[in-house]
């Protein structure tokens, strides 16, 4: 099955720029979506379509995906930002949907 | 504005069974993809199972398949997981998701707020 690989943890001062990878074999030639989790509350769609951003997500929430790494970068980092980010792809070959094992997110 | 809302869940010994239930509201669920997400304690998010009401296919992570059973109710505008066989490691919270469209590589923009599956002696 297809795996997806982010860095456990990734730690940034507010204001700043983060940026949270999630590497797969030619990861660019698939759709990645992206996930911000909260302890106690329900996964949040903040990245759709690599690059898509639904109603109600600021800004300061990108995404990009190329070769083999797709990359969610959030900018001007606030202290509402920390949480666990997950990305995830369909894999048409197992017919799975796959998650990375997740990102979390501390701001300092 | 499209709800979810499970239901079901519990504490159950291992080799027993239980059947968890999202009732879906704002939108019927043939217009969409929807599937059954969990996450351990500790662990990360992991997917569990999806359905597709329009089309009638089922998927299923190998480590649930033959012992997991995902289906849906148009008239009840409803998500079931029957889950049989039951296993200490399928200890989790359940989440129902629903994808932006019935397209299996759709993102899930729409989730319930989980519920809890312990199994245990």
């Known amino acids: 099955s297809y795996v997806l690989t982010q860095p456990p943890s990734l730690s940034v001062a507010p204001g700043r720029t983060a940026r949270i990878s999630c590497g797969g074999d030619d990861i660019g030639s698939r759709s990645v979506h992206w996930y911000q989790k909260k302890p106690g509350q329900a996964p949040l769609l903040v990245i759709y379509?690599?690059?898509g951003r639904p109603s109600g997500i600021p800004e300061r929430f990108s995404g990009s995906n190329s070769g083999n790494t797709a990359t969610l970068t959030i900018s001007r980092v606030e202290a509402g930002d920390e949480a666990d980010y997950y990305c995830?792809?369909?894999?048409?070959?197992?017919?799975?949907?796959?998650f990375g094992g997740g990102t979390n997110l501390a701001v300092l | 504005e499209v709800q979810l809302l499970e239901s079901g869940g519990g504490l159950v010994q291992p080799g027993g069974s239980l059947t968890l239930s999202c009732a879906v509201s704002?939108?019927?669920?043939?217009?969409?993809?929807m599937s059954w997400v969990r996450q351990a304690p500790g662990k990360g998010l992991e997917w569990v199972s999806a359905f597709s009401v329009s089309g009638g296919n089922t998927y299923y992570t190998d480590s649930v398949k033959g012992r997991f059973t995902i289906s849906g109710d148009n008239s009840k505008n409803s998500l079931y997981l029957q889950m049989n066989s039951l296993r200490a490691e399928d200890t989790a919270i359940y989440y129902c998701?629903?994808?932006?469209?019935?397209?299996?590589?759709?993102?899930?923009?729409?989730w319930g707020q989980g519920i809890m599956v312990t199994v245990s002696s």
């Open positions: 704002g939108s019927s669920i043939k217009n969409y993809a």
């Open positions: 998701a629903k994808s932006r469209s019935v397209y299996e590589a759709d993102a899930f923009d729409v």
């Open positions: 995830q792809v369909w894999d048409s070959d197992s017919t799975h949907r796959v």
């Open positions: 379509y690599d690059s």
